[in-house]
């Protein structure tokens, strides 16, 4: 198991944070009785916003795995295309 070192944790969580903002805005316009259309738009930005926060996780894991936990020969591949998958 991969743990992601503090300095690469704060642009992570910045990124799900902005994600966070983005979602309460789309919230707030499903509760004001916004534009159908504009709430599904915004809703498939936060959704991608989401995914390159998912993605970025995983890369910033496996490159901390290859150069620092062992290299290559620790990683574990299986997991590795499951995390992938998981947000496919």
Do not use: H, Y
């Not at 944790?9 to 009785?33: C, T, Y």
């Not at 150069?67 to 295309?81: F, I, N, P, R, V």
């Amino acid at each position: 198991m991969v743990q992601l070192q503090p300095d690469t944790v704060r642009p992570l969580s910045n990124r799900l944070k902005r994600a966070q903002g983005q979602l309460n805005a789309v919230i707030r316009m499903l509760e004001e009785g916004q534009d159908c259309e504009a709430v599904v738009t915004q809703l498939a930005a936060v959704s991608r916003a989401l995914d390159r926060a998912g993605f970025a996780v995983i890369a910033t894991g496996l490159k901390q795995c290859l150069t620092e936990d062992g290299g290559a020969d620790s990683l574990d591949t299986k997991k590795m295309e499951k995390l992938f998958l998981s947000l496919a």
